[in-house]
């Protein structure tokens, strides 16, 4: 059976395949530039960051363990408007970003992609969160849990981010990292079975 490889560093998205009994091996995080271009619409953009970090992470294997490879990528984007949210470098700036969230709705594109033999496949999660009003001071003391610091747009909605949040529309697996339902269907796609072994 083909082994996968997840291309990516997050905790999230490895605790999401285990959750799904889906068994990989982590890579280390590919080191691309992450940099927006010029006119790339948001849509293209994480789609191409997802690709992306698939190819980067196939080029850590060896001949031999690529050939017997599927290496999977992906990319996660909150979008307000057309801005691209990404992780706040600083304190301050995950305040702004909280406060540009405070009371209004956001997008989270969610894309997805498989290498595997001299196949490429991408697919795209698209759901709609709307935030509460937010306070000031609880934007403060969320900011001070350290938890938004990591996270593209300063939240996480699978951990004390979810008080933040007044409803949401589309795939809650996407909002957290890796869309699920998208990543079931390309590991079947390249012949990687999902619970074949009765996990």
């Not at 009994?21 to 191409?48: C, H, K, M, N, W």
């Not at 991408?122 to 990591?150: C, H, K, N, Q, W």
Request: net charge negative; hydrophobic share 45%.
């Amino acid at each position: 059976m083909r082994r996968l490889y997840l291309a990516s560093g997050s905790p999230r998205r490895a605790e999401l395949l285990d959750q799904v009994a889906v068994p990989f091996t982590a890579l280390r995080p590919p080191g691309i530039d992450e940099t927006p271009a010029g006119a790339e619409t948001a849509e293209a953009y994480v789609q191409r960051m997802a690709a992306e970090k698939a190819r980067a992470g196939a080029e850590q294997l060896g001949h031999n363990e690529r050939e017997a490879a599927a290496v999977l990528g992906a990319d996660t984007s909150v979008v307000l408007a057309d801005r691209i949210l990404g992780k706040p470098a600083s304190a301050a700036e995950a305040t702004d970003m909280l406060a540009l969230l405070s009371g209004r709705e956001h997008r989270v594109l969610s894309a997805v992609s498989l290498l595997w033999d001299a196949r490429q496949e991408t697919r795209l999660s698209v759901s709609t969160v709307a935030f509460a009003p937010l306070s000031p001071a609880l934007i403060a003391r969320y900011v001070a849990s350290g938890e938004p610091m990591d996270k593209a747009g300063a939240y996480g909605i699978q951990g004390r981010g979810a008080f933040l949040i007044e409803r949401m529309d589309g795939s809650y697996s996407g909002v957290v990292g890796l869309p699920l339902r998208e990543t079931f269907a390309l590991l079947e796609q390249a012949g990687i079975l999902c619970w074949a072994t009765g996990n």
